[in-house]
């Protein structure tokens, strides 16, 4: 019986000498010493080095504060309701929109730009609700995933899109008159409503989403 001091038969496999455990095993080349002498001081070594190593990259719990406090006797704040609306927030945003620009044989993400650009310029000229803009864009992306626009269409796309949203999101929504005159005449009454049909079948109706305006308000 042999301890881990001692010699041991493990290192008799080629040089046919003894050798003591520390020596031996298959980072012992031959069974003899040689470099092979530490392996055992150097796992003990590196064991320790890892539990150090996981003692240090443990981190603490955070705190989470609670952002809702200062408005709970608010009552247009509905605080009530807060927690259920983020988790279904975060249910909704389990279904991201894909990149789309592929699929269009017509339009570019460089398109898409400049109608954003003048989506937000209109935003301002009319003054409408900060969510607005960011919703009107949500429906823009969800509706080209889904379906194919071409280019003359681009544009009526985007006025059709903040006239729903105009309606779901502002007090006094701004009539099809005010969008048509902004676009210059480019469309008739008719398309944008036409469009807005098709916008709202396409999504089947559902405008409440969560968009980055949620999240910013929260904070």
Known sequence: MSTISGTSNIGNSKGGKSGNLSGAGPCGRGGGGGNGGNTYN???ASTVLLLGLTRLT?????Q???IDVADANNELAAVEYMEDMYKFYKLFNETKVFDY???HPEINKKMRAILVDWLIEIHKKLDLMPENIYLTINIIDRYLATEIVGRKELQLLGI???LTT???EEIWA???NDFTKISHKGYTNQQVLVMEKKILGGLEWNLTVPT???YMYAN
Not at 58 to 62: D, Q
């Open 212 to 214: 980055p305006y949620e």
């Open 160 to 162: 059709s899109s903040m």
């Open 58 to 62: 443990k981190k603490p719990k955070v």
């Open 42 to 44: 150097d796992v003990g």
């Open 64 to 66: 989470i504060v609670d």
């Open 166 to 168: 105009s309606k779901y």
């Open 101 to 103: 620009i592929q699929s």
């Open 174 to 176: 701004p009539e099809v």
